[in-house]
């Protein structure tokens, strides 16, 4: 059973296009998050939903948007990309965003390229 | 703000030679310190959570240990299925950010 998916796997597109990323979890997590691993493998949280609820906004350009239609579902809507969007882009979620438990669980990434 | 570093970098090691990993952090009130691997082209999986100084947890030929400034992610006996890149995160009182460090590239030679 997979229990963090996105799609797509690979994403190759030209500057100035507006694409998605879709994310789905299947471990009846309440929070969901999304991370950007850069060419050097360093992995930044971007945001984080509860329920629904954006709950985690990192310094990130507007041109980012998540959308969170239920607390199963995370999208990643990037306008008018740019070369350095260019990363590996992760989506995870996790049981307990408050004082339990945090474990994270990682989706199998989208390879984001601007050309 | 929090941060961690892991060291070394990049290790080689030969089968059956066992090491460890360093990760240390500064973080106020640490809720949680997390490892992770990750395997080229995929996503980071879940290893061990330790919450508190002097806890240790094992997983096969891996055991991980904290202390109040670091932890230790110790592979005994690795064999060349144990190549991956080793991540450290914390997690702090206060918020739901995972600060990650930048990792520790292992890779076993049969």
């Known amino acids: 059973d997979t229990a963090v998916s996105q799609t797509p796997k690979y994403l190759v597109t030209q500057m100035g296009n507006d694409k998605s990323i879709k994310c789905e979890q299947n471990l009846g997590h309440d929070t969901m998050y999304w991370y950007k691993q850069d060419s050097k493998k360093f992995l930044k949280i971007m945001f984080s939903y509860n329920n629904k609820e954006l709950i985690i906004n990192e310094t990130v350009p507007n041109r980012f948007s998540p959308k969170s239609p239920d607390k199963a579902h995370l999208n990643l809507h990037i306008n008018s990309l740019e070369l350095g969007d260019s990363a590996v882009y992760f989506c995870a979620s996790s049981q307990d965003s408050g004082l339990g438990r945090n474990e994270q669980f990682f989706g199998p990434g989208t390879r984001l390229t601007v050309l | 703000e929090d941060q961690v570093t892991q060291s070394p970098e990049a290790l080689r090691l030969q089968e059956g030679e066992s090491s460890s990993l360093n990760c240390s952090y500064t973080v106020s009130g640490l809720r949680g310190l997390f490892w992770y691997r990750q395997d080229p082209g995929k996503g980071p999986e879940f290893l061990f959570t330790?919450?508190?100084a002097g806890e240790e947890k094992e997983k096969e030929r891996l055991k991980a240990t904290l202390t109040k400034k670091e932890s230790f992610l110790h592979i005994t006996a690795p064999k060349p299925e144990d190549s991956a890149t080793y991540l450290c995160?914390?997690?702090?009182?206060?918020?739901?950010?995972?600060?990650f460090g930048k990792g520790n590239q292992v890779v076993v030679i049969p």
């Open positions: 330790l919450y508190s």
């Open positions: 995160a914390v997690l702090r009182y206060g918020n739901n950010r995972l600060a």
